[in-house]
C-alpha cells in the first residue's frame, strides 16, 4: 500500500507537543536521516517549540529528481505527502493547530515541503524551504486550489546549486506568493548546495512568530 512505504520512525526534540507554543516539522533531504535534520534544531532552539522529523524509507522520499515527470516518483511521492499529512495531523490532534506549525525542509526535504504546502494550502505558521522548490518537470501545470492566507515563506537556495536550479526556485516564489503567501527569497551567489546562517536568520524569524 502507498500509505506504508514511509513507516520510519518519527524523532523529537523541545517541548512536549501538549505544552508548546508551536511545532517545526523538519524535513530531511536525499541520503540523510531525520536525526540529521534534528540537529538544526539547536540553531532554531525555542525552548517552548517541538521539533517532530520524520524518516523516509532508505533514506529517500521518492527516487529521481524532482524535476522527473511525476508519474516516474510514484507512487513514493504520494506516500512521502501523505506521511507530512499524517505527521501535520498529529500535532493538529495534540492541540497544535496548522496555524502554528511550521515546515522546513533541505533539499528533497525542502521540495517535498514546497510541494505538500501548495497541494494543502490553508494558513500554516510557515514554510522554510532551504535548496528546493516545487516538485514535477519544467511546464508542470501549477493550478493548485486554496489560499495559503498569508503563511510566511522563506526560500534560500545558491544561485549555481548544480541539483536546484535557480528558475525553479523562482518560479515556486510567484506560484505561493499568487497563493497568498508571504515569501522572502534569497538566491546566495556561489553558496553551495549548504545552508547558511543568514538562511538560519530569517528561519528564526519565521518561528519566533509561531503563535504570535
Known sequence: ???NIHR?????????LG?????????HGRGASAESILSLAPELWAEDLAYLAPQATNGSWYPFSFLAPLERNEPFLGAALAAVGALVARVEEAGVPAGRIALLGFSQGACLASEFVARNA??????IALSGGLIGPD???RDYQGSLDGTPAFLGCSDVDSHIPKERVLETEAVLARMGAAVTTKLYPGMGHTVNEDELEHARAILAGLGA
Not at 8 to 16: D, E, F, Q, R
Not at 122 to 127: D, I, K, M, N
Open 8 to 16: 520510519g520512525p518519527t524523532l523529537a526534540t523541545g517541548a512536549p
Open 19 to 27: 505544552q508548546a507554543r508551536g511545532a517545526v516539522i523538519m524535513i
Open 1 to 3: 500500500m502507498t500509505a
Open 139 to 141: 511546464g508542470t501545470p
Open 122 to 127: 490553508r494558513r500554516y505558521g510557515g514554510l
